[in-house]
Each structure stands twice: as structure tokens, then as C-alpha cells.
């Protein structure tokens, strides 16, 4: 069984620019949510995705956007970048819109 | 609005003692109650979960206590082990199409020798 994959590791922006970042959701899965975890913080849920669909969103501005292709792998994608853009982004894939969410290792993108 | 609160924010517990930490909720709603670790440069890792059916859960040494009126639950790491060094955080959300974790802010757990 193959585990939520995520890439890149890192990644360094400049501020305005944008960034898309990809999650393979673990195999059988087909939600997959993102979160942003600041430094020395607990994960923020951005939003999540369910046969290809957004299925509910936390309190994040429209220039963050995803997908999630037929595959059920995701990819968020970030415009404008701020500063405080800088955090740890996590995939979370489950079966369903179920409760118990997988997390892959994270991206982790600096803004510059 | 932090809708769950977790503490202490550390921890340092000698090698086979009892770690504790405890968060407090705040949404009537929440009906699932996880408990997630992890290690530096990893992703959140489920260690053990908890529905307000029970009073309690038990998985090797981990505990979860669960105290459904005070909208309180802890994790409970008996005989703590250096390997258990990481930083524990404690969630919660509600079942239906659109759940997602509520995330308390994290509790760094160091186990001395």
C-alpha cells in the first residue's frame, strides 16, 4: 500500500509569484484535504476535495485554488504570494469524506 | 477562533514515566477526536482516535480520556519512551461530507533518559 506522496519537498517563492503544489492521494483514497501549518502551530484545513470536487473550505482567500484530477491525486495552487504564505503544506488523503485523514510529508515553501 | 485548546505547549518527562496532555473544545458539534504525532520535517501521523460514545480508548500505551460534559479529552502516554519524543497535537471535527480536523497548536513532548 503506497502512503500520501507529496512534491516538491521545498520550494522558495519571491512575493506575487505562484506556486502549485501536488499530493498523490495513498492508494483506495479519493478525498484529499490540504492544510497549512505554520511554524510552531497546529495544520489549518484550507480545503478538501471529493471525486473531483471542492467539498468544503476553512477561512482561506480565493487565491488559494485546487484540483483533483480523475486519479484523485490534488494539486493547490497558490496566486500572489505573501510573506506570510511561508508554511508547511499538507496533504491529507482519506476514504470518503470520512474522519480518518493519512498525511503526506509536506511542502515546505518559503516566500521570499 | 481557536476552537480546540491544548496544553501544556512542553513537556519533559523522564524515560518511563507518564506523559499527559489535554485539550478542551469548545464546538457541541465535534464528534471525532483524534490524536496525531509528529517529528520534525514529517507529516501528522494518527496514533489514536476517539468517538464521544466512550469514556475512554486504550491502544498498547496510549490512552485517550474522554469527558464529554467538561467538552475535554487527553492523551495519556504511559511508560514514555525516548522514542516517543515529537510533538503531539490534539484535533476534532465533525462526521458528515465536509469534515475537517480542527487542529489544537501543539504540545512538544521531550522524554529524558
Known amino acids: 500500500e503506497t502512503g500520501v506522496t507529496q512534491s516538491p519537498t521545498h520550494l522558495i517563492k519571491t512575493r506575487g509569484q505562484q506556486v502549485t503544489l501536488r499530493c498523490s492521494s495513498q492508494s483506495g483514497h479519493n478525498t484529499v484535504s490540504w492544510y497549512q501549518q505554520a511554524l510552531g502551530q497546529g495544520p489549518q484545513f484550507i480545503f478538501q476535495?471529493?471525486?473531483?470536487?471542492?467539498?468544503g473550505r476553512g477561512n482561506f482567500p480565493p487565491r488559494f485554488s485546487g484540483l483533483q484530477f480523475p486519479n484523485y491525486s490534488s494539486e493547490l495552487n497558490v496566486n500572489a504570494l505573501e510573506l506570510d504564505d511561508s508554511a508547511l503544506y499538507l496533504c491529507?488523503?482519506?476514504?470518503?469524506?470520512?474522519?480518518?485523514?493519512?498525511f503526506g510529508p509536506g511542502t515546505r515553501l518559503t516566500v521570499l | 477562533q481557536q476552537q480546540v485548546k491544548q496544553s501544556p505547549q512542553s513537556l519533559i518527562v523522564q524515560k518511563g514515566g507518564i506523559s499527559i496532555i489535554n485539550c478542551a473544545y469548545e464546538n457541541t458539534a465535534f464528534d471525532y477526536f483524534p490524536w496525531y504525532q509528529q517529528f520534525p520535517g514529517k507529516g501528522p501521523a494518527l496514533l489514536i482516535a476517539i468517538r464521544p460514545d466512550v469514556s475512554e480508548k486504550k491502544e498498547g500505551r496510549f490512552t485517550i480520556s474522554f469527558n464529554k460534559s467538561a467538552k475535554q479529552f487527553s492523551l495519556h502516554i504511559m511508560d514514555s519512551q525516548p522514542g516517543d519524543s515529537a510533538t503531539y497535537f490534539c484535533?476534532?471535527?465533525?462526521?458528515?461530507?465536509?469534515?475537517?480536523?480542527?487542529f489544537g497548536t501543539g504540545t512538544r513532548l521531550q522524554v529524558t533518559l
Open positions: 491529507a488523503s482519506s476514504w470518503g469524506a470520512t474522519d480518518t485523514q493519512y
Open positions: 476535495y471529493y471525486r473531483e470536487e471542492e467539498n
Open positions: 484535533a476534532a471535527s465533525t462526521s458528515g461530507t465536509a469534515s475537517k480536523l480542527t
